[in-house]
């Protein structure tokens, strides 16, 4: 058999200092517990060829394709606000391909063993985390916000030492690119313009190329990827979810969610909800998001500083000029999208004022984020505290007022909410259900039926109470835990 995929790596056209030649470690006994056959499909993958003993073994690392050169990528970046030199320090770029569509993606193996940039890590993952990114990435796909994809797990035979003996895992990751904040930050303070150069160029043509022609390409660069982290940070904001570790090597140019750790979705609506547990100060908790991601824009603008303009201060004036966007941007994303969530398709000076009563509402009564929106799409209630009492009552006629003022009927608003309010989220506590069963009991049951319904959350012809059911008293407090 044979795989029929052409790999190629226009990585490597970039100077040598970006990446480092590196095979990935081979493993003593590659088991593939998970392969994605509708991700496969997309790519125009064989499936039967991959999971059969031959595929496996490519997955794995463990035999390297006839044209494919493993890299490993070099970047920096600042986490929790300290800058530092990174890298891949435990994954390798096995190539790109290009589906009939004309996308490219980035083929990536995730936990495949130590490179330069390792520092003191093993350069190994376990299964939990793996499966954890699988789960929560199919999610993501599900409610259609851009993301990284999963595109195979496998346990690799080994058992790694981390807090207690752990199996080892390989996730193989798909990306529009791996091209980080942190890689643009890499190359200014450590490269020479040139360098940066030849980078920024790289992104602009393999993900910008329609402003590449346009005079100020650099400029032009930055304005779009602040339009679509501005986009992105909304979506993210509009189904709550928070992503724990937002460092500059973790927020990828092409705009796609990439590096799930210690990332969960708010059950109870609180602005202030954190889950890393290595997150002591809450910065990157729900509502410090927009301003993260501005933060960490601030950094990307900084590292283009050179290209933008050759007087520095004109060079500045630019940068801000481009990075002041976002903040308009991203409330324009969110108040557009939160609109949407009420049934409202057009802009009204009330709205602002409706959407900022209801949220803190649902904070005074805690209520739970995605079902208060679900239960205002099927008109009924679930969340007591707020339904019961008289101000929200006061709030739903008002709202209903409101919808009924627009031209479109009751029945197209209420489409419309179908269509952007989730009726299920991956829940933190059938999330950790999953994985506990397939970690500890090598059964996969749980998480393929929790995969199968994330893959439609806006199917309200289906609902099912198990996964829609927020957790009860105990799960509450819950954290997801970093050294993933
Ligand atoms: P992450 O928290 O996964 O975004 O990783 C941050 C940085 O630490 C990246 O440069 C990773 O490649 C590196 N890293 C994470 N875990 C390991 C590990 N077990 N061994 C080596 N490097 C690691
Ligand atoms: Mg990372």
């Given at each position: 058999?044979?795989?029929?995929?052409?790999?190629e790596?226009?990585?490597?056209?970039?100077?040598?200092?970006f990446?480092t030649?590196?095979?990935?470690?081979?493993?003593?006994?590659?088991?593939?517990?998970?392969?994605?056959?509708?991700?496969a499909?997309?790519?125009?993958?064989?499936?039967?060829?991959?999971?059969s003993?031959e595929?496996?073994?490519?997955?794995?690392?463990?035999?390297?394709?006839e044209?494919?050169?493993?890299?490993a990528?070099?970047?920096?970046?600042?986490?929790?606000?300290?800058?530092?030199?990174?890298?891949?320090?435990?994954?390798?770029?096995?190539?790109?391909?290009?589906?009939?569509?004309?996308?490219?993606?980035?083929?990536q193996?995730?936990?495949?063993?130590?490179?330069?940039?390792?520092?003191?890590?093993?350069?190994?993952?376990?299964?939990?985390?793996?499966?954890?990114?699988?789960?929560?990435?199919?999610?993501?796909?599900?409610?259609?916000?851009?993301?990284?994809?999963?595109?195979?797990?496998?346990?690799?035979?080994?058992?790694?030492l981390?807090?207690?003996?752990?199996?080892?895992?390989?996730?193989?990751?798909?990306?529009?690119?791996?091209?980080?904040?942190?890689?643009?930050?890499?190359?200014?303070?450590?490269?020479?313009?040139?360098?940066?150069?030849?980078?920024?160029?790289?992104?602009?043509?393999?993900?910008?190329?329609?402003?590449?022609?346009?005079?100020?390409?650099?400029?032009?660069?930055?304005?779009?990827?602040?339009?679509?982290?501005?986009?992105?940070?909304?979506?993210?904001?509009?189904?709550?979810?928070?992503?724990?570790?937002?460092?500059?090597?973790?927020?990828?140019?092409?705009?796609?969610?990439?590096?799930?750790?210690?990332?969960?979705?708010?059950?109870?609506?609180?602005?202030?909800?954190?889950?890393?547990?290595?997150?002591?100060?809450?910065?990157?908790?729900?509502?410090?998001?927009?301003?993260?991601?501005?933060?960490?824009?601030?950094?990307?603008?900084?590292?283009?500083?050179?290209?933008?303009?050759?007087?520095?201060?004109?060079?500045?004036?630019?940068?801000?000029?481009?990075?002041?966007?976002?903040?308009k941007?991203y409330?324009?994303?969110?108040?557009?999208?939160?609109?949407?969530?009420?049934?409202?398709?057009?802009?009204?000076?009330?709205?602002?004022?409706?959407?900022?009563?209801?949220?803190?509402?649902?904070?005074?009564?805690?209520?739970?984020?995605?079902?208060?929106?679900?239960?205002?799409?099927?008109?009924q209630?679930?969340?007591?505290?707020?339904?019961?009492?008289?101000?929200?009552?006061?709030?739903?006629?008002?709202?209903?007022?409101?919808?009924?003022?627009?031209?479109?009927?009751?029945?197209?608003?209420?489409?419309?909410?179908?269509?952007?309010?989730?009726?299920?989220?991956?829940?933190?506590?059938?999330?950790?259900?999953a994985?506990?069963?397939?970690?500890?009991?090598?059964?996969?049951?749980?998480?393929?039926?929790?995969v199968?319904?994330?893959?439609?959350?806006?199917?309200?012809?289906?609902?099912?109470?198990?996964?829609?059911?927020?957790?009860?008293?105990?799960?509450?407090?819950?954290?997801?835990?970093?050294?993933?």
């Amino acid at each position: 058999m044979n795989p029929n995929i052409t790999l190629e790596n226009t990585y490597l056209t970039l100077p040598e200092e970006f990446y480092t030649a590196q095979l990935p470690s081979k493993v003593p006994s590659p088991n593939l517990v998970k392969w994605n056959s509708s991700l496969a499909k997309e790519l125009g993958l064989d499936s039967e060829f991959f999971q059969s003993k031959e595929g496996v073994l490519i997955l794995s690392g463990n035999k390297v394709l006839e044209n494919s050169t493993p890299i490993a990528e070099a970047y920096a970046g600042h986490q929790f606000g300290y800058f530092t030199m990174l890298g891949d320090g435990r994954a390798v770029l096995l190539g790109e391909i290009v589906t009939k569509d004309g996308e490219r993606y980035d083929i990536q193996l995730k936990g495949s063993g130590r490179t330069p940039y390792s520092r003191g890590g093993d350069g190994k993952a376990t299964l939990g985390p793996m499966l954890r990114e699988y789960i929560i990435s199919e999610g993501m796909k599900g409610l259609r916000i851009p993301s990284t994809r999963s595109l195979a797990v496998l346990t690799t035979g080994e058992t790694i030492l981390r807090e207690t003996m752990l199996p080892g895992a390989i996730l193989v990751r798909t990306a529009k690119s791996h091209i980080r904040v942190g890689t643009f930050q890499y190359a200014n303070q450590f490269l020479d313009t040139k360098e940066l150069r030849a980078l920024a160029d790289y992104t602009i043509e393999r993900h910008f190329s329609e402003v590449s022609s346009k005079g100020e390409r650099y400029r032009n660069l930055l304005h779009e990827v602040v339009n679509s982290q501005a986009r992105l940070i909304a979506k993210w904001q509009l189904v709550g979810f928070i992503h724990g570790v937002m460092n500059t090597d973790n927020m990828a140019i092409c705009g796609e969610t990439i590096d799930y750790g210690p990332c969960a979705f708010m059950d109870t609506y609180h602005p202030e909800t954190v889950f890393s547990s290595i997150d002591r100060e809450g910065r990157y908790s729900y509502q410090n998001q927009p301003g993260m991601a501005s933060w960490n824009l601030a950094r990307f603008a900084e590292a283009l500083l050179p290209l933008l303009h050759d007087n520095k201060e004109k060079a500045i004036e630019i940068a801000q000029e481009e990075f002041n966007l976002f903040s308009k941007w991203y409330h324009n994303y969110w108040y557009e999208g939160m609109r949407k969530k009420l049934g409202l398709f057009h802009k009204n000076e009330m709205d602002e004022h409706l959407i900022e009563a209801l949220l803190s509402m649902m904070l005074k009564y805690e209520a739970d984020f995605t079902n208060t929106f679900r239960d205002l799409t099927l008109s009924q209630t679930t969340q007591m505290k707020l339904a019961d009492s008289t101000e929200y009552q006061q709030w739903i006629s008002l709202w209903q007022e409101r919808r009924k003022q627009q031209e479109e009927s009751l029945e197209e608003s209420r489409k419309l909410m179908e269509s952007v309010n989730p009726a299920v989220i991956p829940r933190n506590h059938r999330v950790e259900e999953a994985l506990e069963r397939a970690v500890n009991f090598k059964d996969y049951a749980a998480l393929d039926s929790l995969v199968a319904v994330l893959r439609h959350p806006y199917d309200y012809q289906n609902l099912n109470d198990y996964y829609t059911t927020p957790p009860g008293e105990a799960a509450c407090g819950y954290r997801t835990f970093c050294g993933t």
